[in-house]
């Protein structure tokens, strides 16, 4: 079993971050930024960057956006891990959107995926998120216009479980 921590991430987790997004059979998948893009949100406010390590190796990030929102709205906005299929995604998930709710005011957190990720909405499906439904066209994501499916669990039915 693992040694999992899973914590705020640092710029210098940014490298992980990086080359997670851009592993192998990904790209279709999940979106990635330059460093740039990652070096600006990590700094900005409205983002929350979180690192799983297992003792000391990195082993899959999430970032988080609209942290701390007036709105009360927050968005999963992309998640990875380096070794998928072993229950260390939905362990992430768990947690973060557990520090979602119980840093901020937030009652909704929501992500959207590609409908036919069906790795990806397992996970979250095991650790709460409804699936709502079809945004059409809404990711333009390499070159071309994909359907996304919004899914979201709510304060409510988070501390009911
Ligand atoms: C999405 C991601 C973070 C989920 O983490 P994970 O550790 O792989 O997820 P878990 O192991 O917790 O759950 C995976 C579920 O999918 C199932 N699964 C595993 N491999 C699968 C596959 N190739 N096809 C379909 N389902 C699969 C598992 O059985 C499990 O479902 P179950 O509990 O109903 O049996 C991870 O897969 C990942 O990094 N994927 C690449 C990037 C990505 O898709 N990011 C999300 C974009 S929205």
Known sequence: ?????????FKTDLPFVMMT???????TLVGRWDEARHLAAIDDNHYAYFIARDCAASVGFAIVR????????TCLKRIAV??????????????VVGTVFRETEAHRVWLSVFPENERARRAYEAVGFKAEGIARGSAYFGGIHRDE???????TEWTAV
């Open 149 to 155: 499916l919004i899914m979201a669990v709510l304060r």
């Open 82 to 95: 380096s070794n998928p299929g072993k229950e260390l995604g939905r362990r992430i998930v768990r947690a």
């Open 1 to 9: 079993m693992m040694n999992l921590k899973i914590e705020r991430a």
């Open 21 to 27: 997004e851009r592993s192998e059979g990904y790209h």
């Open 66 to 73: 609209d942290w701390g929102a007036p709105e009360r709205v």
